[in-house]
């Protein structure tokens, strides 16, 4: 930083209570109040008058003493200062600190070349020019002094050359920048640098207010990489945004102060406006906490809107962590905000549909498409363990995800366990069913299979589905005695679990005798019992209806009347019966086939 020093006389001001006055043998004939201070000063000893065009105007050098106000200068009594000073010949040193006050009050008073030649507003410019506007803080803490003045009709001028300044040092080429500028990134040493980052200049612009800032960027966005402009949106977010993206704060923004709220709202809109066009300029955990802090702020819809579409553009490049943001409404008891990923979810499904027709089929566009259909089952599997979240919400994200983004149902099924076994045990039965009703037992996985048989907190209807497409996928993979015997120890493994209650939802309460039953007859030797696209068995079928039956049935009577009819259904799931039925349903599959 560059300095100017005036004047060779010490100071002799002093204070006496709300005065300011200078040592002189000369008692002082002027009075100047300016706001809470009055300053006793002389008009002709040290040149005060003959200096201020102003002053000579209101108060004739042959009166005596007279008090004048000078509320209105701008700076106030510390910028008035030093113009006094000056004319009183008093040291006084200046800086792009106090560069802007003083000129300003020096144009007010009219301390000009018509007044006197060599005066103080002609010292003040060379100064600027010279030292101000060739030096990179220089000009970036001037231009920022500027927003204190606003009403001064010489600052827009001096905002506009310092703008100008900073602009052509931000395009000059990072090897041939020679001047000091902030950087304090992790992993840089300053000291031993080899080269000037890229995006050197943007930690010290991001001082400036958001008007001073949207000037530069909008100067320079069109010269400069996509990236770069980003980087310095980024920069000026975290400095000036608050970073509430692990707290929960109940009521929005009803905690802090309303004018904060509003500041806060302006500069994140501005930044919204202010993102490159190009995909990949701000990183996408940016744009997602950009856009949880607008539903905090409560945004304009348009902002909001279009943080969702960015978002959008590059959801598959997001892990769960970056999902994870608090939940602001105050009617929502849960932690997560899910509704602002299931927005982002909903507009990723309305780009990637507007693709050409065939490209959605293809390499690149099919892996993101994967990438977020498993990014969304890990991230229902956190939300899952929220004691406060609501099944409705889980399933409404859950079936966001069309069939193509899911090829494996493991993830979901995983999210489905957690949410039944850790946090919701008492779940009733039509939530359980909605629940699990997501699930395509087809598409799960030998071991997950196997783990869904055993899982007492699974619907019986799912439970059930998962034994039959188990069996079918392994009737169509048994060619080998080995893989017959496998189906068979699961289906005993599972009988057994009935008996001793391990499972309750596959065998009917009261009676260890009533399990379903299927037969060990390999389906290899049958093939007409499952067909890949097949339904259940009827008789599972009637055995499903007859088991919620029973679940609602209050009285006594009632339920022996269903026990009956159970025994009934039981005797048709003989295994012996059901290999002679088997034989007809495939007398009866090649008489069509002969058709």
């Given at each position: ?64 003493e007279i008090t004048i106000d000078l509320h209105d200068i701008p700076g106030g009594e510390e910028a008035f200062e030093l113009c006094a000073k ?510």
């Amino acid at each position: 930083m560059k300095f100017m020093k005036l004047g060779t006389r010490p100071d002799t001001f002093y204070t006496e209570e709300a005065t300011r006055t200078v040592t002189s043998d000369t008692p002082p004939d002027l009075i100047l109040r300016i706001n809470n201070i009055n300053y006793f000063l002389h008009k002709l000893q040290f040149s005060l008058l003959p200096k201020c065009g102003l002053l000579q105007q209101l108060c004739p050098m042959d009166d005596g003493e007279i008090t004048i106000d000078l509320h209105d200068i701008p700076g106030g009594e510390e910028a008035f200062e030093l113009c006094a000073k000056y004319c009183y010949g008093i040291t006084i040193n200046f800086s792009a600190y106090n560069f802007l006050p003083a000129f300003c009050a020096a144009k007010f008073l009219r301390m000009t070349e018509a007044v006197e030649k060599g005066n103080f507003v002609m010292k003040l410019e060379a100064f600027f020019h010279s030292c101000i506007l060739e030096g990179w803080k220089d000009s970036i803490i001037t231009l920022k002094s500027t927003s204190k003045l606003p009403e001064w009709s010489e600052s827009p001028e001096i905002a506009k050359r310092c703008i100008d300044s900073i602009v052509q040092k931000i395009l000059t080429p990072p090897p041939k920048v020679t001047w000091s500028y902030t950087y304090t990134r992790p992993g840089y040493d300053k000291k031993h640098r080899q080269s000037v980052p890229r995006d050197w200049w943007t930690e010290d612009i991001s001082d400036l207010d958001i008007d001073q800032f949207r000037f530069i960027i909008v100067a320079v966005r069109d010269m400069l990489p996509s990236q770069l402009i980003g980087e310095a949106l980024h920069v000026y977010a975290s400095r000036w945004l608050p970073d509430m993206t692990r707290t929960r704060t109940i009521g929005s923004t009803a905690s802090q102060p309303e004018e904060i709220t509003v500041k806060n709202r302006r500069i994140l809109e501005a930044i919204v406006s202010m993102i490159p066009a190009e995909r990949g300029s701000l990183s996408i955990s940016f744009l997602l906490r950009l856009l949880s802090l607008g539903n905090y702020l409560g945004s304009s819809p348009l902002s909001k809107t279009e943080l969702v579409r960015r978002s959008s553009q590059q959801l598959d490049e997001a892990t769960v962590s970056d999902l994870l943001f608090p939940s602001y409404s105050a009617s929502d008891q849960h932690l997560y905000d899910v509704e602002l990923v299931r927005a982002v979810l909903e507009s990723f499904w309305v780009l990637w549909r507007r693709q050409p027709p065939g490209s959605s089929e293809k390499g690149e566009s099919m892996r993101s498409v994967r990438k977020v259909g498993k990014l969304i089952d890990s991230y229902l599997q956190v939300i899952s363990k929220d004691v406060n979240m609501p099944v409705w919400k889980v399933v409404s994200l859950a079936e966001c995800l069309p069939d193509i983004a899911r090829p494996l149902h493991d993830d979901l099924y995983k999210a489905i366990n957690i949410y039944l076994k850790q946090e919701h045990p008492d779940l009733s039965k039509d939530d359980k069913k909605s629940l699990c009703r997501i699930l395509d037992c087809q598409k799960l996985s030998p071991e997950v299979r196997a783990h869904a048989v055993k899982n007492e907190r699974l619907p019986l209807r799912t439970v059930v589905q998962v034994l039959f497409f188990d069996q079918e996928k392994t009737a169509k993979g048994a060619t080998t005695p080995h893989t017959s015997n496998r189906g068979k120890e699961t289906l005993a493994a599972r009988e057994d679990q009935g008996k001793q209650k391990l499972s309750p939802e596959i065998g009917f309460p009261g009676a260890d005798d009533r399990t379903i039953s299927v037969p060990e007859t390999s389906t290899m030797d049958h093939p007409g019992i499952m067909q890949p696209d097949m339904k259940l068995p009827r008789e599972l079928e009637r055995k499903l209806v007859m088991r919620e039956m029973e679940e609602g049935v209050e009285s006594s009577e009632k339920a022996k009347d269903v026990a009956a009819q159970e025994r009934s259904q039981r005797s048709m799931l003989d295994p012996h019966k059901i290999g002679k039925r088997t034989g007809k349903l495939d007398r009866g599959h090649n008489k069509g086939r002969e058709r």
